[in-house]
């Protein structure tokens, strides 16, 4: 009987779960969902014939082997400093290992082990990355297929909320890992512009960012991911005079989180001692140590600081933090995804090429909304994939081997295929 493992039952879990319990009631597979906390496991899993429940810690090494050992497939969902723990076990004792978290120098230092054992590691299996790699080398690959020359190439990806469900000035709320959402782009970008590199770092990340139409919600806002260029010799567009990898939120979030930057919020360095401070204290103390005034701020703007809690009592007693921790703990709160709430995932690839003396450009857009605050968009587009993906190799629909992001048409061929039976399509337009 064949067996599934999935490591970590968090919050991107919540679909995967659902799709493996299927799965499994269809195949007849059994499927282990290991996380410390068992009682959140067993909360998603429930009672299932062919779908247990186990609570272990991942340091826990005999108990952690013993599962790994079981498995055929192993899915981790867990922080992405843990996953090497997960491969070297994968590795000894010959278990495929699907992740959706980027390949590390640790994890890509395996390469040769992995590939000599005849296995498959597979890498950026969610959503970005995951299913932009899929859609993207997808598109790249037709075109080139049928002799045209990429030009441009701009990726736009964010989990947003959803326009039924946007009710704050800052027309966001929280749908993922809340960490992430406090330090996004402190690691600057650059990215390659009309054939020059170009860099931006952390203190103008959100600063003029570019708006870009979605067809059927609008007009959305980016800013530069990370590091673009990695990702070109990958796509294989070494050509490309404009490569770039962006996040997509609505405009005003942008023009608000660059003033949080501007006031040191999102500060990791600094020690504040919170016990009897109030979130306006908290605020308010930043607007003075940087001789800001909130009555300079745009109208707009005043609207999101005094969400966030200008005026708030509630105190913080956390202890000494510092401010990047006490504004996650405003945000987990002002942000909340609410029982009824929507979120969003919002995929957008922009591609210029020539062909036959022609300048074209196609554009191919994603828009996928959460069932809830539970079962969310972000749930979906992580977790199908990875799930599909486990499905498929077991069935032996995926013959690759060794370590892979799925930019290979053997493996994002089939999975693209069942994402679209699972509505995951994206809808293209040429001019």
């Not at 966001?172 to 959402?181: F, L």
Request: glycine fraction near 8%; hydrophobic fraction near 40%; aromatic fraction near 8%.
């Amino acid at each position: 009987m064949k067996q599934i493992l999935l490591f970590g039952a968090g919050k991107s879990a919540t679909v995967l779960i659902d799709y493996l319990k299927q799965t499994a009631t269809d195949k007849q597979w059994q499927v282990k969902v290991a996380d410390v906390n068992l009682a959140a496991v067993q909360s998603k899993v429930g009672e299932h014939a062919w779908v247990s429940a186990v609570g272990v810690s991942i340091d826990n090494e005999p108990e952690r082997q013993a599962l790994i050992k079981a498995a055929d497939v192993v899915i981790s969902l867990l922080p992405p400093a843990l996953h090497y723990t997960v491969a070297l076990d994968c590795l000894a004792f010959g278990k495929h290992l699907l992740t959706a978290s980027y390949v590390d120098d640790k994890i890509r230092a395996l390469a040769t082990d992995i590939n000599n054992k005849g296995i498959l590691f597979l890498c950026e299996m969610g959503l970005d990355p995951g299913i932009d790699h899929m859609s993207a080398m997808q598109l790249i690959h037709r075109i080139k297929a049928k002799g045209g020359k990429i030009r441009s190439f701009l990726s736009h990806c964010g989990g947003l909320v959803a326009p039924e469900s946007d009710t704050n000035p800052w027309h966001y709320k929280i749908s993922w890992n809340p960490r992430n959402v406090v330090l996004a782009g402190k690691a600057g970008a650059i990215y390659r512009e009309d054939n020059a590199v170009q860099t931006r770092h952390y203190e103008k990340i959100f600063t003029d960012c570019t708006e870009v139409a979605i067809d059927g919600l609008g007009t959305l806002a980016y800013y530069p991911n990370r590091d673009s260029l990695s990702y070109i010799s990958t796509y294989d567009l070494t050509e490309t005079g404009t490569f770039l990898r962006t996040t997509l939120r609505y405009p005003d979030f942008c023009k608000g989180w660059q003033t949080v930057i501007e006031l040191g919020l999102t500060d990791e360095t600094d020690v504040l001692q919170t016990d009897g401070l109030t979130v306006s204290a908290f605020l308010q103390n930043h607007f003075a140590a940087k001789n800001r005034q909130i009555d300079q701020l745009s109208p707009f703007q005043q609207e999101q600081f005094l969400f966030l809690g200008w005026q708030d009592a509630t105190l913080i007693n956390k202890g000494q933090c510092s401010s990047a921790d006490v504004l996650q703990f405003i945000l987990e709160k002002q942000w909340v995804l609410l029982p009824g709430d929507k979120d969003m995932v919002v995929m957008q690839h922009e591609i210029g090429y020539e062909l036959a003396g022609s300048r074209l450009q196609v554009t191919s857009s994603l828009v996928v909304k959460g069932e809830d605050h539970v079962r969310t968009a972000m749930a979906k587009t992580v977790g199908l994939p990875l799930g599909i993906a486990a499905t498929l190799l077991l069935e032996g629909k995926i013959a690759a081997t060794g370590l892979h992001i799925p930019i290979i048409p053997a493996i994002y061929e089939p999975v693209l295929e069942k994402l679209a039976e699972q509505g995951i399509v994206f809808h293209e337009k040429e001019c």
